[in-house]
């Protein structure tokens, strides 16, 4: 079965400095990733998301994932943080080929201070 | 495009009671998808629908809870009797189908007391 691990629960940065969060992925296929973010008491909305197109992935907001085969990850960065990306960040992976399941990892919560 | 619609926003029952959520999937896409969040099992597929058709309902939890979807404007998500442990945030979403990204409602927040 596929899995995704966020290693980190909670990420702590401050304002203007980069964003690191990691995600492991496990899968019998050749995977479809994303990064899902979850703003308080709001819905999820997609950041991006890797198909087996170009390894560096760009999305939304500065944002961006690089597909390492031969590490199983698909960390999420961004040079320089934003009050407004204090968030829950979650790692997704497809279930299957044609990603209709997917697969969330626990979450982590990205702290950003003036 | 007013995005994935669901109702009630918020919902507090009493253990035992019937309780419904709804969602209006996003026009002209033929996937739809119910999840739960809770912060012991984090987001879990609880079903998903293809061209109103029920495809994968392994992540119900248990014949207490349903799903249907009459036609391709309208999902329901129904538990009876409702319990302590279904409260939860649940999430409708939609896609075009399969390979598309799926678009996510701004959830329903349950608790059963």
């Known amino acids: 079965a596929q899995s995704v691990t966020q290693l980190d629960s909670h990420v702590s940065v401050s304002e203007g400095t980069p964003v690191l969060l990691r995600c492991n992925y496990s899968s019998s296929y050749s995977p479809s990733l994303f990064w899902y973010v979850q703003h308080p008491n709001k819905g999820l909305q997609l950041l991006l998301k890797y198909t087996s197109a170009a390894t560096l992935v760009k999305g939304i907001n500065g944002f961006e994932a690089e597909f390492k085969k031969s590490e199983t990850s698909f960390h999420l960065t961004k040079p320089s943080a934003h009050m407004s990306d204090a968030a829950e960040y979650f790692c997704?992976?497809?279930?299957?080929?044609?990603?209709?399941?997917?697969?969330f990892g626990t979450g982590t919560r990205l702290l950003v201070s003036p | 495009d007013a995005g994935v619609i669901q109702s009630p926003r918020h919902e507090v029952t009493e253990m035992g009671q019937e309780v419904t959520l709804r969602c209006k999937p996003i026009?002209?896409?033929?996937?739809l998808f119910w999840y739960r969040q809770t912060m012991m099992r984090g987001l879990e597929l609880l079903i998903y629908?293809?061209?109103?058709?029920?495809?994968?309902d392994s992540g119900m939890p248990e014949d207490r809870f349903s799903a249907k979807m009459p036609n391709a404007s309208f999902s329901t998500l129904k538990i009876q009797p409702s319990e302590p442990r279904d409260s939860a945030v649940y999430f409708c979403a939609s896609n075009p189908g399969p390979g598309d990204e799926q678009f996510f409602g701004p959830g329903t927040r349950l608790t059963v007391l």
């Open positions: 629908f293809n061209n109103n058709v029920p495809i994968d």
């Open positions: 026009s002209g896409h033929n996937s």
């Open positions: 997704v992976v497809s279930d299957r080929p044609g990603f209709q399941k997917l697969v």
